[in-house]
């Protein structure tokens, strides 16, 4: 499965059917799970552990030294889940040192060509980065994400769950669960309503997250007093709850 024009390691382990295509370079302290697919002129080095059933296309750099100028060579890491797809010319770079060492990426994600996931990101489940797409250090992006091509991400911002990033967003705070954002700064817009209707989401939930999204940002209320306000209704709604506590934890503000 791996073809006589690749090289790769001694130091890498890889499962018996994982496939390498020619001119690839997978570098020591690799390890890649079974059913992973590296297509031609792929370059991966370590440390790093990828999953199952992943799907690395041409000209993408996997696992390389973070950009940035205070590393020194300090041994970081890149965790990648299963099934995920990372499309022509994708870079994800490993941790640093200055936050846990490690980038995360979780399972069933799709980068499109040319996104980028920088030093010490987490990633969740069943994003979508769309072409260009790109974060800054230190990102935390839930899962369902959907980021439109061209987008990017400051470093230290935190996008919530089902967010969606319009094409072309400049985002430099953070995006709470559910709120679609535009713009260069990107600002608030709606509900990702039919997003979450091809979760699962029931036309109730929906409404409640629509009711939360107009106390916070259409109610002309202070932070402090929407949040009170939410929080009498979050105890049995968990939908708001999450959309609650992801307000509270926020250090760099949300947008607005």
């Given at each position: 499965?791996?073809?006589?024009?690749a090289?790769?390691?001694?130091?890498?382990?890889?499962?018996?059917d994982?496939?390498?295509?020619p001119?690839?370079?997978?570098?020591?302290?690799?390890?890649?799970?079974?059913g992973t697919?590296?297509g031609?002129?792929v370059?991966i080095?370590?440390p790093t552990?990828?999953?199952?059933d992943?799907?690395?296309?041409?000209?993408?750099?996997?696992?390389?030294?973070?950009?940035d100028?205070k590393?020194r060579g300090?041994?970081?890491?890149?965790?990648i889940?299963?099934?995920n797809?990372f499309?022509?010319?994708?870079t994800?770079n490993?941790g640093t040192?200055h936050?846990h060492g490690v980038?995360?990426?979780g399972?069933?994600?799709l980068?499109m060509?040319?996104s980028?996931?920088?030093?010490?990101?987490t990633v969740?489940?069943?994003?979508?980065f769309?072409?260009?797409?790109?974060l800054g250090g230190h990102?935390?992006?839930?899962?369902?994400?959907i980021l439109g091509?061209?987008?990017a991400?400051?470093?230290?911002?935190?996008v919530?769950?089902?967010a969606?990033l319009?094409?072309?967003a400049?985002v430099?705070?953070?995006?709470p669960?559910?709120?679609?954002?535009?713009?260069?700064p990107a600002v608030?817009?709606?509900?990702n309503?039919?997003?979450?209707k091809?979760?699962?989401?029931?036309?109730?939930?929906?409404?409640?997250?629509?009711?939360a999204?107009?106390?916070?940002?259409?109610?002309?209320?202070?932070l402090?007093?929407?949040?009170a306000r939410l929080?009498?209704v979050?105890a049995?709604?968990p939908e708001?709850r999450?959309?609650?506590?992801?307000?509270?934890?926020?250090?760099?503000?949300i947008?607005?």
């Open positions: 499965m791996i073809d006589p024009q090289i790769v390691s001694e130091r890498a382990e890889l499962a018996p994982v496939a390498v295509g001119f690839s370079i997978i570098g020591p302290e690799v390890r890649i799970g079974p697919v590296i031609p002129h370059v080095n370590g552990t990828i999953g199952a992943n799907h690395i296309f041409q000209f993408a750099s996997i696992g390389d030294a973070p950009q100028k590393y300090e041994p970081t890491r890149l965790e889940g299963d099934r797809v499309r022509e010319n994708c994800v490993r040192t936050d980038t995360r990426i399972d069933d994600n980068l060509a040319y980028h996931v920088a030093h010490d990101c969740g489940s069943n994003t979508v769309a072409n260009c797409a790109a990102v935390e992006i839930g899962d369902w994400v091509g061209l987008t991400v400051h470093q230290f911002t935190k919530g769950a089902h969606f319009a094409g072309g400049i430099t705070r953070d995006v669960p559910y709120v679609m954002v535009a713009g260069n608030p817009h709606a509900v309503s039919e997003g979450l091809r979760r699962g989401f029931d036309p109730d939930q929906i409404r409640h997250i629509r009711e999204y107009r106390v916070l940002y259409r109610s002309e209320l202070k402090s007093e929407a949040l929080d009498q979050a049995d709604r708001i999450a959309f609650v506590d992801f307000i509270r934890a926020s250090e760099r503000s947008v607005r």
